[in-house]
């Protein structure tokens, strides 16, 4: 019982990052804050520690851009009835 419990609040789970807001907008200004932050730490880095920073920026703009996604997942159970049911909230279009 006390896993259910532990899913639950998986479940009613709400990152708090502005990176996962629905909004576009504060979306992209969070990352270019981010990025900021690392162009500023790494003006004395060496030149590996700038590309890895880059292909990070990069990696975090192609996650960041795309809009969220619905993912459904079905189990049944051998007598064909649901052996899961999560519910993760509704992501609207």
């Given at each position: ?36 932050n690392i162009a500023e730490r ?31 997942l079905d189990v049944f159970n ?16």
């Open positions: 019982m006390h896993d259910l419990e532990q899913l639950k609040a998986l479940a009613s789970f709400e990152p708090k990052s502005e990176l996962a807001s629905s909004d576009a907008n504060k979306r992209k200004s969070t990352l270019l804050r981010i990025a900021q790494s003006q004395q880095s060496s030149v590996a520690e700038m590309l890895n920073s880059v292909m990070a920026i990069s990696a975090r703009t192609r996650r960041v851009l795309h809009e969220p996604v619905n993912v459904e051998q007598d064909g009835s649901r052996a899961v049911v999560l519910e993760f909230g509704h992501c609207e279009r």
